[in-house]
């Protein structure tokens, strides 16, 4: 028994249990794997961030979030003075992002946020447990049964308000809560970018990421993959190549480009610092979303950088993993994917010299806190989806279909959050979908289901279309929605509320958004020039 129960640990059920926790309620908080955070670390996956990030447009708690992260390498690593001094450190030099890093650091984080409410019993946090069964009536979640993920044992958490926050929604369909999945009909939702014809199983590709070195002279090589020949030959209409190949389509244009892998560059080598409204800085893949560089460490600590693979050539595309009883088939097969490309680079790879393969390409399962190198759990784009109050649609956010880029509001938003319409080739055989998107705001509308009373989402379950969740699935909104997520079940909890109560009312609305400003979540945008 708990006042809130949270159902999944990733960055929306971390910010959501923290939100709840500092408003003095009782939280009890279930993740299956065995690290929490979700994409950033039991995903591996370092943060895809808007480019204001340093400034503003983020929650204050997930500042302090990525702010942790930094002090926790000044204070363990034997950073070079110029990197310990740099207030934006950015340990990878990744091109992805202004904070690259490992994800076992922030797991040390996380957990360091987390560990007072432990010790003072205020949460209990259940490992690693998948919720099987829930008790409604009325539609009103009475109870969530939980179950070892090894089976046999379950534990039921009651609470009277409940939050779901896993990967894929797995409480929408245990709570009969309305949802949808896949892509909407452009009849339904009336954006440019949405099919004609509704297809549930479509849903972006998920991809199976993996952290390595190099180590020179050495061979590491992995045994052949089953069904490498599989792979090897598996080539998309709109790719370019095969698969197994450093030929990708370029997310604008549709291109096929071929991308390269300048394995532990020369440390003195310049480093493109490009605006990545222009330029995605995938070009080269090492530097995309490396996590460790050399030349942010004293001289020889890493005789390798460490990269963290998250490449198009890993998007699994063969089938969804959600409402289908083959799930576990695609997710062997995401992994078998990923493996026969690491496979590639070390036997088949062009390399620049003329040769092929890099046989000293090393896993390393000790970064992600796995025996074989691969992340804990796929990188999941696309989740079930409440059907909301409000549903974000592209019209509302993207930039062409509004006429200008100045700021997405909603009256009773709750949140900011900003990045494009960012869709990776899908299940149903799309290409990518890319949409410029202007600054967004999170409505509270969203997060509040059209039916079920006590129960909101808390990541990637909101009420976003499939388009638009290509905006709204990034690291820093995803926190953002668990943490008003929290927030609103503390405010329901003190007042004897349901959800559906705050947000018709436009008083509660008020009261509510001047307590999230209260805790340090933005729920507008600045007005500045220059979106």
Known sequence: MADVAIIGGGLGGVAAALAALRRGRTVVLSEEHPWLGGQLTSQAVPPDEHIWV????????????????????RDSYPLTDA?????????????????????????????????????????????????????????????????HVRGGQTIEVIAPIVLDATETGDLLPLTGTAYVVGAESQAETGEPSAPQVADPSNVQSIAWCFAFDHEEGADHTIVRPRDYDY?????????????????????????????????????????????PRFDAGDTDLWEFRRIAARQSFAPGFYDSDIVLANWPQLDYLDGSIIDTPTR??????????SRSFFHWLQTEAPRPD???????LRLRGDVVGTDDGFAQAPYIRESRRIRAITTVREQDVSVAVRG??????????VGVGMYRIDLHPSTGGDNYIDVECAPFEIPLGALVPVATKNLLPAAKNIGTT?????????????????????????????????????????????QFQARLVEAGIEIHWPEIIGY
């Open 404 to 413: 200008h880029a100045g700021p997405a509001r909603f009256e009773q938003s």
């Open 83 to 147: 990197a310990r001094r740099d207030p934006q450190l950015n340990p990878g030099l990744g091109r992805v992002s202004k904070l690259c890093h490992e994800p076992r650091v922030a797991v040390a984080v996380i957990t360091q946020l987390l560990a007072p409410y432990l010790s003072s019993g205020r949460l209990t946090v259940l490992q690693p447990y998948v919720p099987v069964a829930a008790g409604v009536h009325d539609e009103l979640v009475g109870s969530v049964t939980l179950e």
């Open 328 to 337: 576990e088939a695609h997710l062997a097969a995401a992994k078998e994917q």
């Open 54 to 73: 340093e400034q503003f447009g983020v929650t204050a708690s997930y500042r302090a979030l990525r702010e942790g992260i930094r002090q926790y390498y």
């Open 354 to 360: 003329g040769g092929t393969g890099w046989p000293g």
């Open 466 to 510: 499939h388009i638009t969740n290509g905006a709204y699935r990034l690291h820093p909104v995803e926190w953002n929605v668990g943490e008003s997520a929290g927030e609103l079940a503390a405010f329901c909890i003190e007042r004897s509320l349901l959800p559906r109560d705050v947000v018709s009312d436009p008083e509660l609305v008020s």
């Open 231 to 275: 792979w090897r030959e598996y080539a998309p209409s709109f790719w370019g190549d095969g698969m197994l190949s450093f030929t990708a389509p370029n997310p604008r244009t549709l291109e096929p480009e071929v991308r390269t892998l300048r394995v532990n560059p020369d440390l003195d080598a310049p480093r493109a610092v490009e605006d």
